[in-house]
């Protein structure tokens, strides 16, 4: 379909040139197509900036260092993860990197005028046919929308003079970043910074060279999501409760932890989620005592209760989803005691929550259900132990972290958090035994509106019933089966 009768001319003038050769074919190029067309816009990136610079301080400027890349074993990295306040206010996601952001517009020797510097990876066609594809200073400025990109290397010359200052807002660094081959790296970055700091003598100046300003702005910032990052949450969420059904409908005592962290995860990436926001937790009967198991090593997971903690990382945005089920698809009497308080903990808190409210009033109530019910079952004898078996807070923003920046005081709309109350009974407790082993947490994923709230992961159940019966329905990944391994023929 073509919008006007004009431009049809003009594609078909077009075309027929391309048949005779007489213009330029543009090259095939693979690397625009087959790519994801929802990541974060240029004017994302350029508002984000611009609404720091109404809250900075006057006469002052913004220093986002990259995170450093680390070694997992001898010459092996981990998979590099971008520093979410330099992806939030410039979407380069490459390491060895370094974004200044004045409040006012500065002048360079040249009389040209800038507001924001970005530092990056110089282009070097050897080191990408090992490690990838760099943007270069184009592909920094399409990007970010950042008209003045510098290669690493110049940050050195660069002109600036700290001490005109009245604030450097520059989070804590990391102080451990190895030298690497490269001159312009993150260390020399670093380095270069406080060099030029210590000549203006500001790194004593505690006034002025402030972190906690820092985590102060980024925090005011972060906490509201804008109407783009709300899409992407709602993506890695409702990825995240897929992953929670599929593995629900196929899960039996035979899988181990592992299996089920690998079906959750195959869910996220057939959806395009790069990766996890938080190492999956897949707690089965015991394990699900310790709230950041990561291990996940119980080679059955068998008939007890599985706890699933699990949270897609889409295109930098990180949901956190937990549900707990039966295994064997039906709650036990005791397990179901225990879920119905946590299911009614979460209600309560839900109830709370609207723009304005406070995250302690939501904190009280939940905290109040389970102390009750923790007591009306001879758990504990008083309200005052509740601790012992809730031993964590309600929640957190999420975001581009999975404990995002946030002043966790007052709800605002357009505040993304998590709902998560929970009860562990560990073996050994002082309780009766039958309720030995039993965790449980329910979280979910909200966003908060004006009158109340948005339940981001409804698509996954939350209800005894509900779980129930979606436990006995079929999955997609039902029956799946992979020839057995030779070494477990001979028996490892
Ligand atoms: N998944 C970590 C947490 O719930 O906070
Ligand atoms: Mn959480
Ligand atoms: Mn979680």
Redesign the pocket.
């Known amino acids: 379909m073509f919008k006007s009768q004009k431009s049809f001319i003009g594609f078909t003038i077009a075309s027929f040139l391309l048949s005779l050769n007489l213009i330029a074919q543009p090259a095939h190029d693979e690397t625009e197509e087959n790519l994801p067309k929802d990541y974060l816009t240029k004017d994302f990136h350029t508002g984000r900036r611009d609404a720091l610079r109404q809250i900075m301080p006057d006469n002052s400027v913004m220093v986002v260092f990259a995170y450093p890349t680390r070694t997992f074993s001898n010459d092996v990295e981990y998979l590099y993860h971008a520093n979410p306040d330099m992806y939030y206010f410039s979407g380069y996601k490459e390491p060895h990197s370094l974004l200044l952001i004045f409040k006012e517009e500065q002048q360079d020797s040249l009389g040209n005028s800038y507001n924001e510097v970005l530092f990056i990876q110089k282009r070097n066609p050897k080191a990408e046919q090992w490690t990838g594809k760099r943007l270069g200073i184009d592909g920094a400025k399409e990007t970010s929308g950042i008209q003045t990109v510098y290669n690493a290397s110049d940050f050195k010359s660069f002109a600036i003079d700290f001490s005109k200052y009245a604030k450097i807002i520059v989070d804590r660094f990391p102080e451990d970043v190895p030298d690497g081959f490269d001159s312009a790296d993150l260390f020399d970055l670093i380095k270069q910074f406080k060099e030029k700091l210590a000549t203006a003598e500001v790194l004593k100046d505690q006034k002025r060279f402030d972190n906690r300003l820092f985590t102060q702005l980024t925090a005011d910032l972060r906490e509201i999501k804008t109407p783009e990052e709300i899409d992407l949450l709602r993506k890695a969420v409702e990825i995240s409760c897929q992953g929670q059904n599929e593995v629900m409908k196929t899960v039996h005592p035979n899988m181990s932890e592992l299996e089920i962290q690998g079906l959750h995860e195959f869910v996220h990436k057939k959806h395009g989620a790069e990766g996890v926001g ?1 190492g999956s ?1 897949i707690g089965s009967g015991e394990n699900g005592c310790i709230l ?1 198991y990561m291990e996940n090593t119980k080679t059955k997971v068998g008939n007890s209760m599985l706890l699933m ?1 699990v ?1 897609a990382e889409y295109h930098g945005y990180t949901a ?1 989803v ?1 549900r707990t089920v039966p295994v064997d698809g039906k709650f036990s009497d005791e397990e179901k005691s225990i879920y119905q308080i946590v299911y009614d903990a979460q209600e309560a808190a839900f109830k709370t929550l609207k723009n304005g409210s406070k995250w302690s009033d939501a904190n009280k109530a939940a905290k109040d259900v389970i102390a009750e019910g923790l007591v009306k079952l001879g758990i504990i004898k008083n309200k005052m132990e509740v601790g012992k078996y809730y031993p964590h807070g309600l929640g ?1 923003h999420i975001g581009l972290d ?2 995002d920046r946030g002043n966790y005081s007052t709800l605002k709309k357009d505040m993304v958090i ?1 709902i ?1 109350p929970g009860i562990y009974i560990p073996e050994g407790s002082d309780c009766d035994k039958k309720w030995w082993s039993i965790a449980v947490r329910i ?1 979910d994923d909200l966003l908060i509106t004006e009158n109340g709230y948005e339940l981001l992961s409804h698509f996954s159940p939350r209800k005894i019933e509900d779980i129930e019966k979606m436990i006995k329905e079929k999955s997609v990944l039902d029956n799946y089966k992979l020839p057995p391994l030779e070494s477990k023929k001979k028996g490892f």
Request: glycine share 8%; proline share 0%; hydrophobic share 15%.
């Open positions: 938080y937790i950041h903690d949270g956190d937990t957190h999975v404990h998590t998560e979280e």
